[in-house]
């Protein structure tokens, strides 16, 4: 086995990730026996700990690791969840997956967003619901505003949806942190988050120009789709319905 990850936090137990398990107390657990492994609460500092609750064969797991390897050990939580997911044959076709240094984390997909928020906040709260706060799906083509602040010397910085009847916090990088509609960049995910934001920006650019279109039945308006297409624009289901629609099928 391939070791991938050496967990421990101050005063607890050590565990492994390797290819093939997650390796607990001498024992080893395959993928496929996880029911599933998340992240609880990530350290802020050096004095504390960051936590993973994990589940198999009806047993729960209390899983830890020091400040100094968080960034690692969010990582290692992608890497198992996705691990789980193949080894119960879910795959996921998401565009971009990003990660936060606080433990939420974005997945970008062709006409949607799913955002897990973590808060950064007390660890016995954070323990007892679980971990984020579950996946909230936001359609792109809702998406009002994508505002982008990039992370400035020792300043974080972010990425913040807007959409009809979210709530926009205008306090900056400390509301952002704690707004369940953003996610924290830093300079390890900004390359990144540079990418998504300019995918979900020409996306949105592109679903207005589909929604704009009156449904008149023209050879130019189809040809205009399949430009659309052929430069990757617009999906072939999407030109397929317009070319439908502009035929009146």
Known sequence: ???????????????????????????????KSLAYFNLVTTPTTSLTN????????????????????????????????EKINRANGIEK???????????????????????YFMPVGSLLANI????????????????TSIQFKEPSGIAVGFIQFSYPGSIDRKDGVTGAVNDENSIVVDNNNLTKAKEVVQ?????????RTINQVQPISSADEIAKFKKLLA???????????????????
């Open 199 to 207: 995918y979900l920006e020409e996306r949105r650019s592109s679903l």
């Open 231 to 249: 430069d990757g624009v617009i999906s072939q289901e999407e030109f397929d319905a317009k070319k439908k629609q502009l035929l009146g099928l």
């Open 1 to 31: 086995m391939n070791e991938t990850f050496k967990g421990k936090g101050f005063g607890m137990k050590e565990w492994t990730v390797t290819d093939e398990c997650l390796v607990f107390k001498g024992e080893n657990i395959p993928y």
């Open 50 to 81: 960051g936590v993973i609750s994990a589940s198999y064969d009806g047993k729960a797991l209390t899983l830890s690791f020091a400040y100094n390897q968080k960034e690692k050990a969010h990582e290692v939580v992608e890497f198992v969840q």
């Open 128 to 143: 007892a619901r679980g971990g984020n706060t579950g996946g909230k799906r936001i359609n792109i083509a809702d998406i």
């Open 93 to 115: 076709d998401y565009r971009y997956l990003l990660t936060s240094k606080t433990g939420s984390k974005l997945e970008v997909y062709d006409d949607y967003i799913v955002l």
